[in-house]
T-cell receptor
Framework: GIQVEQSPPDLILQEGANSTLRCNFS?????LQWFHQNPWGQLINLFY???GTKQNGRLSATTVATERYSLLYISSSQTTDSGVYFC??????????FGPGTSLSVIP | NAGVTQTPKFQVLKTGQSMTLQCAQD?????MYWYRQDPGMGLRLIYY???????DKGEVPNGYNVSRLNKREFSLRLESAAPSQTSVYFC?????????????FGSGTRLTVV
């Protein structure tokens, strides 16, 4: 089946710094999503982005489907950005496979 | 604006006991999913339902059964709980054939099997 890798596995940032998280996938996908899991365990959908670039406030994401990767950019990080960021891809129509996640800690 | 509601939030079972995790969504989504999340393992798909009346196995279906009771509700049953099923369980819904492709997750059920 399709393999999803994320890098880096862990990241520590000073508040105000910028970061880029990467997601690589091993085969063609129908769509790709980015999620944030906060320290209380809640999973929030950040982007649905099968291709191209989207922005939402301080976050933006770019997916280059032909090269099988996606990037999540976090600018001017805040402590509330802490948590785990997952990318998830769909190969067959309804089965979504999650990557292992990037754990982000933003320190004041 | 409830979204996806899971019950219970916490549960402790003894080995061999059975229980059903409930999930309901109010967004008129066609597709619903059950995932488990274990430390260091990310989220793994247990079962999914592409539409009312259909269910399919995911990556880790052994030891579980599901029921898509109607369009709103998708339950997960553990017939004989084992310690290996200690995990956090998430339900999600989406509408990949419509305009709401992205997942909406419930708040999770933390299950401990002793």
């Amino acid at each position: 089946g399709i393999q999803v890798e994320q890098s880096p596995p862990d990241l520590i940032l000073q508040e105000g710094a910028n970061s880029t998280l990467r997601c690589n996938f091993s085969d063609s996908v129908n769509n790709l999503q980015w999620f944030h899991q906060n320290p209380w365990g809640q999973l929030i959908n950040l982007f649905y982005i099968p291709s191209g670039t989207k922005q939402n406030g301080r976050l933006s994401a770019t997916t280059v489907a032909t090269e099988r990767y996606s990037l999540l950019y976090i600018s001017s990080s805040q402590t509330t950005d802490s948590g785990v960021y997952f990318c998830a891809v769909t190969a067959s129509y309804d089965k979504v496979i999650f990557g292992p996640g990037t754990s982000l800690s933003v320190i004041p | 604006n409830a979204g996806v509601t899971q019950t219970p939030k916490f549960q402790v079972l003894k080995t061999g006991q059975s229980m059903t995790l409930q999930c309901a969504q109010d967004m008129n989504h066609n597709s619903m999913y059950w995932y488990r999340q274990d430390p260091g393992m990310g989220l793994r798909l247990i079962y999914y339902s592409a539409s009312e009346g259909t269910t399919d196995k995911g990556e880790v279906p052994n030891g579980y059964n599901v029921s898509r009771l109607n369009k709103r509700e998708f339950s997960l049953r553990l017939e004989s709980a084992a310690p290996s099923q200690t995990s956090v369980y998430f339900c999600a819904s989406s509408d990949p054939r419509g305009t709401d492709y992205g997942y909406t997750f419930g708040s999770g059920t933390r299950l401990t099997v002793v």
